[in-house]
């Protein structure tokens, strides 16, 4: 199992990004949610993941994990800050949204708890997950015994 997510992880990220992506267009565009200011800030950071792990899944590079981390980790922090507002009032007192829908506005609240940015959230902790255990696959770890034989050749 291991070896699948560390052989097949940019294509999982890929599919959490597009699966993501295609579930925020058909809420705004098809349910007519319309997207708040932090919304908008999170669909920034994912949907450029799209094209760019669907060329790294094409290419099969695993150099593009590194670009693609810090998106994923700035948009998941804007996630659990737009879940904080929703779910604790006096965020949203303290910082509200003055353009469009307020912020901490719930379109869906599934089970009292799974709620439009939450969804967003798991789904970069998903890449984020998929992509660290795909990095480094081409590249054998170094012992400490390596590193004192490069060590000796110099």
Known sequence: ??????????YFAWIVSMVATAG??????VLHYEPCRLCWFQRIF?????IL????????DRNVIPYILPLSFIGGSISVYHYAEQKIPALAKALPCKVGIPCDFDYLNWFGFL??????LIAFILIIVFLFTARNTNK????STDIQETEHLY
Do not use: D
Not at 1 to 10: D, K, P
Not at 24 to 29: G, K, Q
Not at 46 to 50: C, D, G, I, K, L
Not at 53 to 60: D, E, F, P, S
């Open 115 to 120: 709620t439009i940015p939450l969804m967003c």
């Open 24 to 29: 925020s267009l058909y809420l705004s565009e």
């Open 46 to 50: 994912m949907y450029p993941q799209v």
């Open 53 to 60: 792990l669907g060329i790294a899944a094409y290419r099969n």
């Open 1 to 10: 199992m291991r070896s699948l997510f560390r052989n097949y992880g940019i």
């Open 140 to 143: 054998p770890m170094q012992t």
